[in-house]
């Protein structure tokens, strides 16, 4: 196997595993809101998705990436990604949960999944990808 194949799936798994750790923080507070509010679904669904983006971000651009490069557009990048995510996710998730009503933590799960799957992807080639790694002019 390639050193670069190797690098490869070093920074999926560090990926999945912050990724496990956002989805804990969204998943919690997204309960909490649930059982401990009578918001709809999409508030809380909305305010839990950012909490888990802003601690999956920092941690990922860190230490998945070790990126140095510009942090407020990097975040901008990412913001383009979820200007499209959160709305489809939010709309089709609350009328899954309200109109459909599916389980609303089932719906919960299925858009992190569709997260998780398509933010690597999109980080990986479109927000990191001249600066992975950068060497030893790496910053914080």
Known sequence: MSEEKKK???RI???VFFSISAGIIEIV???LLTELSTLPYWPCYLTALVLSVLWNF???RKFTFQSASNVPIAMLKVAL???FFTPTTTIGGNYLAEYLHWN???VTGLNMV????TEYIYDRFVVFK???EPGSSRSA
């Open 58 to 60: 920092t941690l990922n």
């Open 8 to 10: 490869e799936i070093v």
């Open 104 to 106: 609303d933590y089932l």
């Open 81 to 83: 990604y979820y200007a």
């Open 130 to 132: 001249d600066s992975i």
């Open 29 to 31: 507070s997204f309960s």
């Open 114 to 117: 569709l997260n998780l799957s």
């Open 13 to 15: 798994t560090k990926f």
